[in-house]
């Protein structure tokens, strides 16, 4: 089975939310992305390792494949809204 994916990254930047956002970008992208949303404290690991089955997988490829985490718990909605807004930015 072809690999379809790089290896899953963590992106880091200047203005990032509080927590880290994974990545898995497509060796072959088709310009084309998921974006996979995560909050009340969770983590990659919530998923089950399902970002461990799309490399390889066809339906996947070409798609780069974000895992936005966020603290739903402890941060405020407006605070957590704008972080995800200046993602997309």
């Not at 690999?3 to 084309?32: C, E, M, W, Y």
């Not at 070409?62 to 909605?77: H, K, S």
Request: glycine share 8%; no cysteine.
């Amino acid at each position: 089975m072809p690999q379809t994916h790089l290896s899953i990254r963590s992106l880091i930047g200047d203005r990032r939310p509080d927590k880290d956002v994974q990545a898995l970008f497509a060796v072959n992208p088709n310009r084309k992305a998921i974006l996979f949303i995560h909050g009340y404290s969770g983590d990659i690991g919530t998923w089950s390792d399902f970002n461990l089955l799309i490399p390889g997988n066809e339906y996947f490829s070409g798609y780069d494949v974000y895992f936005y985490l966020y603290d739903g718990i402890r941060a405020e909605l407006y605070a957590s809204a704008a972080l995800f807004r200046d993602f997309l930015g």
